[in-house]
C-alpha cells in the first residue's frame, strides 16, 4: 500500500509498505490510499471454472467433492442473472460456485441446520460471494415464497415427501433440475423420475491414490448417481 498524507501541506508525506507489516500513518485530515492486489507466494488460486479444492471451504463432512460438483455445475449449466435453488446445501459449494460463475448469478442455499448454514455464510464471505441467500429450514416447506429458480440441486434429502416435485413445480421453462443421490433409497427414488420423465442418468466413481503401507494404492469414494434433467413446457 501507499498512503498519501496532506498532501500540498507543509506536513505532506508518504507511505509504503505491505498489509502485513503496516503500521499505519499518523493522524492526519486527509489520506490518500493506493492499493496494490499481489498474491503471496503460498497463495493457491481460487479460478472461476467449477471444481475448487474442497480444502477452500469449511465443512463438516457434507460436501460436494471437487471432481463430483465440477460435474453437477456443468449440468446446473449457470447463465448470467439466473437464479439457482441449492437445496440440502450442506457446504454450499454449488451454490457458491454458482455464484462465482458470473457476477450476476444469484442462488439461495437452503440448510436445515444452523451449524451448517452459519458455515455457509462463512464460506460464502471467504470465497468472494457474500451475497449469498442462506435459508434456514427443512424443504419442502424451506422453499415456500423463494422466487422461481432458473435451475435446482438437490443434494440433500432427496427421499423427503413432496420434495422433488415442489421443486419441479417451481423450475421456470428451459430450467434445469440436477440430483445426486450416494444411497440406495434415494438412487431408487431418482430411477423412478428417470423413468417417468427421462433426461440424462449417470453414475460417478471417483478414486484416489493414498498411501498403502509404503506404497501407493487406489481408495474409491462412494459413487455418487446424478440424475439431470430440463423442464421443456411452461406448465
Given at each position: 500500500m501507499t498512503v498519501l498524507s496532506d498532501l500540498g501541506a507543509a506536513t505532506e508525506t508518504i507511505q509504503h509498505g505491505t498489509a502485513g507489516t503496516w503500521a499505519g500513518p499518523a493522524a492526519s485530515p486527509l489520506h490518500v490510499i493506493a492499493v496494490e492486489c499481489v498474491a503471496g507466494p503460498d497463495t493457491e488460486p481460487m479460478a472461476l471454472v467449477p471444481g475448487l479444492p474442497d480444502t477452500a471451504y469449511e465443512h463438516d463432512g457434507q460436501l460436494t467433492k471437487r471432481e463430483v460438483r465440477a460435474v453437477t455445475l456443468s449440468r446446473l449449466a449457470p447463465l448470467p442473472?439466473?437464479?439457482?435453488?441449492?437445496?440440502?446445501?450442506?457446504?454450499?459449494?454449488?451454490?457458491?460456485?454458482?455464484?462465482?460463475?458470473?457476477?450476476?448469478?444469484?442462488?439461495?442455499?437452503?440448510?436445515?441446520?444452523?451449524?451448517?448454514?452459519?458455515?455457509?455464510?462463512?464460506?460464502?464471505?471467504?470465497?468472494?460471494?457474500?451475497?449469498?441467500r442462506v435459508v434456514e429450514g427443512t424443504a419442502p416447506a424451506a422453499l415456500d415464497g423463494l422466487p422461481a429458480p432458473d435451475a435446482v440441486f438437490v443434494g440433500g434429502g432427496v427421499t423427503a415427501p413432496g420434495l422433488l416435485e415442489r421443486c419441479w413445480s417451481h423450475l421456470r421453462p428451459g430450467g434445469r433440475l440436477?440430483?445426486?443421490?450416494?444411497?440406495?433409497?434415494?438412487?431408487?427414488?431418482?430411477?423412478?423420475?428417470?423413468?417417468?420423465?427421462?433426461?440424462?442418468?449417470?453414475?460417478?466413481?471417483?478414486?484416489?491414490?493414498?498411501p498403502v503401507g509404503g506404497f501407493t494404492g487406489w481408495r474409491p469414494a462412494m459413487p455418487v448417481t446424478i440424475w439431470s434433467l430440463t423442464r421443456k413446457d411452461d406448465t
Open positions: 442473472g439466473e437464479l439457482l435453488w441449492d437445496v440440502g446445501a450442506g457446504a454450499g459449494s454449488i451454490a457458491v460456485e454458482w455464484m462465482r460463475s458470473h457476477p450476476t448469478c444469484a442462488a439461495v442455499a437452503v440448510e436445515s441446520r444452523p451449524d451448517r448454514a452459519a458455515a455457509i455464510r462463512r464460506n460464502a464471505a471467504r470465497l468472494g460471494v457474500p451475497s449469498l440436477v440430483v445426486n443421490a450416494v444411497t440406495l433409497e434415494s438412487e431408487a427414488l431418482i430411477g423412478q423420475w428417470y423413468g417417468r420423465l427421462g433426461g440424462d442418468l449417470v453414475r460417478l466413481a471417483v478414486q484416489r491414490a493414498s
